[in-house]
């Protein structure tokens, strides 16, 4: 290895160790506290989780019930999972494609009642990327208490001492616009997050630092 290639090598880990040091936030009581308060709530769910089971079933239902799917599929004559399993039987992406089409090409009430605002775009690691629909009411009912949840066992197994006030590196910093492609829907890789649809969401001391408001 000779010494311009070495060079390059010390260029690169220091700009890495730049960007770690820079891409830091401290950890403030309220997240963590509501991080701790969130993961008690998924181990009570854990303990009796039929009733939740049950709630969120007919959320799901309800959400896609008077759609293009639920329409084509019968879901007003669901009632039951077991219902539910006979009339959307499991299947992969390829024969979901046609309804993500209809999203791209801006038709609406096709999956969910509540509307994508974008959509999530695979790394095509499996062959062609896969577009997700990504809807404000997922995020409010599921994505945020999941993920301060993770975070909750995180600081239980640190220690609240020992967690407030600590440094954390977000590895998905980047908050680059929702870019509009060729179709009508804005689409962001796996990457680049979303801002928080409403206060139910995942909200990280992190969002409002200089180096993650993106462009």
């Known amino acids: 290895m000779n010494s ?9 880990l220091e700009y890495a160790v730049d960007r770690q040091r820079m891409n830091t936030s401290s950890i403030t009581g309220r997240f963590l506290d509501r991080s701790l308060s969130e993961l008690e709530l ?33 879901l007003a004559q669901v009632r039951t999972m077991a219902d539910w399993k006979k009339a959307t039987p499991i299947r ?37 990327p896969k577009l997700i629909p990504t809807t404000r009411h997922w995020r409010d009912a599921y994505r945020g208490r999941a993920l301060y949840s993770q975070w909750g ?33 804005h689409q962001y890789p796996i990457s680049q997050r979303p ?11 992190w969002y409002h630092e200089s180096w993650f408001k993106g462009v």
């Open 4 to 12: 311009q290639m070495l060079e390059l090598e010390s260029e690169d």
């Open 42 to 74: 998924r181990r009570q769910t854990c303990w009796a989780p039929q009733d939740v089971f049950h709630r969120t079933f007919l959320d799901i239902l309800g959400e896609a019930r008077e759609t293009y799917f639920g329409r084509k599929h019968g």
């Open 92 to 128: 992969c992406y390829p024969e979901y494609k046609p309804y993500i089409d209809k999203l791209v090409d801006g038709d609406t009430n096709v999956l969910t009642r509540s509307e994508p605002y974008a959509l999530l775009r695979t790394s095509g690691s499996t062959g062609v």
């Open 153 to 185: 066992l995180y600081f239980e197994k640190l220690g609240r001492e020992r967690a407030l006030g600590a440094s954390v590196l977000d590895l998905s910093w980047e908050r680059a616009s929702l870019s509009a492609n060729l179709d009508s829907r």
């Open 195 to 205: 801002a928080a649809v409403s206060s139910g969401d995942w909200l990280p001391p």
